[in-house]
């Protein structure tokens, strides 16, 4: 007799039946025919044997699947003993249903102490938890069981209320929203800040709010890095993003939102001088920076969750614990939207357009802004910010002056060349203590003051009057009126004659 393999009917939704009655008529259809025809006596062995070795479609999952021949007899037994055949053959509720096994008494203490010292923690993170507990009962169960037991005894996690703006960054419908995804590595970098919700100590033992940096791959979902600060300012961005340059490599585009460092002058100007294409989001549209939205969800139920107990937290050891969590963690697990491969495997396979960064010196140099000042010529020297600057001799003469520098960092400042952007010299705040030892160089002559000038032509020695004075001399005789005014005799000595 040849194999046979039944295929079930697909049904809609609303049609499809439960898996008890999938496998009440899976059974009945297997053993049917051994009831509408009865084998003679003796013959009942060899068509059980028979219907063992036929394949047949899974209920469930559609796989194919065969019966044994004491699973048969033990159906037919059943169909035989009952008018309705259907409901003893469907699938019988085990008798420890609802009685969870796996999960021992010191399991159990175990979660709802877990629990109890953390009840904002998401199931995955208390699994990952438990299972580096060592526990006396044994191996921690299968994430579905642990799950199954936290929804059993309403062990719910507990949210924070979000409200005000975050509630409604919301598309807003006008414009459509789509997934997207870069196709190489370096092609895009995400950057984005987050304030976390914990507090740490800083240096001066006062509890301050930590700001979170962040640069990630969109093709790979790398974190180029991940940096916690005291402060959200163009300083602390610039600081972020030229480490992850140097550590992964300049990128083509960067892409932020418009928050005061993203659209500072020294940050824009140095992605313009490095090459890079700087791309903003709309206004209150945080949706349009989703992969970064979703990493910090990330960093908050994860690294954030577990450092929630920790006492005296600083921002040293929330730093050591990010690049802790960040590299051992986040970039060795399978990520969703990367088809299962790590962030660092995607980022090490894929095709990447990044090129080499330059160094520490020449990142520093780029992230200034371009200012003109005008030089004094009293002692050569130009204010930025309240500072003021020496300026080399050889530019004295230069009454304008293009400068580089960067706000935040007034030991140093570039002169540039306007038309070219060439640096011409670096300049150092003026050193007043230095200049008290009395020492002065000499004035070297620079241009046409280097060279000595000749006598003008056209004024001899007995013609001293310069020629419009002559002119002028000259219209008014011609005019023939004399002179509007009084002589006085000046052969007097004393003029105030003594009394």
Not at 264 to 282: D, N, Q, V, Y
Not at 474 to 496: N, V
Request: contains cysteine.
């Amino acid at each position: 007799m040849p194999e046979r393999t039944e295929i079930i009917p697909t049904m809609s939704t609303t049609e499809d039946p439960s898996a008890r009655d999938r496998w009440a008529r899976l059974r009945l259809l297997v053993i049917g025919q051994l009831l509408a025809a009865p084998p003679p006596r003796g013959e009942l062995q060899q068509r059980l044997t028979e219907l063992s070795s036929q394949t047949w479609r899974h209920p469930l999952h559609g796989g194919d699947i065969r019966f044994g021949v004491s699973t048969l007899e033990r159906w037919l037994a059943l169909a035989r003993r009952s008018p309705d055949p259907a409901t003893l053959l469907a699938t019988v509720p085990r008798a420890d249903a609802g009685q969870p096994r796996a999960i021992g008494a010191e399991l159990a203490a175990a979660i709802k102490a877990q629990y109890a010292a953390h009840p904002k923690w998401h199931i995955q993170l208390h699994y990952d938890n438990l299972q580096q507990l060592a526990l006396a009962a044994g191996t921690v169960p299968s994430y579905a069981t642990v799950l199954r037991y936290f929804r059993a005894e309403g062990l719910w996690r507990q949210r924070e209320p979000v409200s005000g703006a975050q509630r409604a960054a919301v598309p807003d419908g006008t414009r459509e929203v789509r997934s997207f995804e870069a196709t190489h590595v370096g092609a895009l970098f995400h950057l984005d800040g987050h304030q976390g919700s914990l507090k740490v100590l800083n240096r001066d033992g006062a509890w301050i709010t930590p700001i979170a940096l962040c640069v990630i791959d969109d093709c790979s979902r790398l974190i180029c890095h991940l940096q916690w600060y005291a402060h959200e300012n163009t300083e602390c961005l610039v600081h972020c993003v030229a480490q992850a340059l140097q550590r992964r490599g300049l990128c083509r585009t960067v892409y932020s939102d418009n928050g005061a460092a993203m659209i500072a002058g020294e940050f824009t100007a140095g992605l313009h001088h490095l090459g890079i294409l700087a791309l903003t989001t709309r206004p209150r549209s945080a949706w349009m920076n989703g992969k970064q939205e979703t990493l910090w969800k990330r960093v908050e139920d994860r690294l954030l969750a577990m450092l929630d107990a920790v006492p005296n937290l600083t921002l040293q050891q929330l730093n050591d614990a990010s690049h802790a969590w960040v590299e051992h963690e986040y970039h060795a697990s399978p990520h969703r939207e990367l088809r299962g491969a790590t962030p660092l495997q995607t980022f090490l396979a894929g095709p990447s357009v990044l090129r080499d960064c330059p160094d520490a010196a020449t990142l520093r140099r780029h992230f200034r802004i371009e200012v003109t000042r005008t030089q004094r010529r009293s002692d050569g020297t130009l204010s930025l910010d309240g500072v003021r600057f020496e300026v080399p001799q050889v530019f004295a003469h230069l009454r304008q002056l293009t400068v580089r520098y960067a706000r935040w960092d007034r030991s140093q400042a570039d002169l540039v060349d306007p038309r070219t952007g060439v640096i011409l010299a670096t300049i150092y705040p003026l050193d007043k203590a230095r200049h008290a030892d009395g020492r002065r160089r000499a004035i070297k002559p620079t241009g046409l003051s280097s060279r000595p000038l000749a006598r003008p032509q056209g004024t001899g020695a007995g013609d001293p009057q310069p020629p419009l004075l002559r002119h002028l001399l000259a219209q008014f005789a011609a005019t023939g009126l004399p002179p509007a005014y009084l002589e006085l005799d000046d052969s007097s000595a004393d003029p105030e004659p003594s009394t």
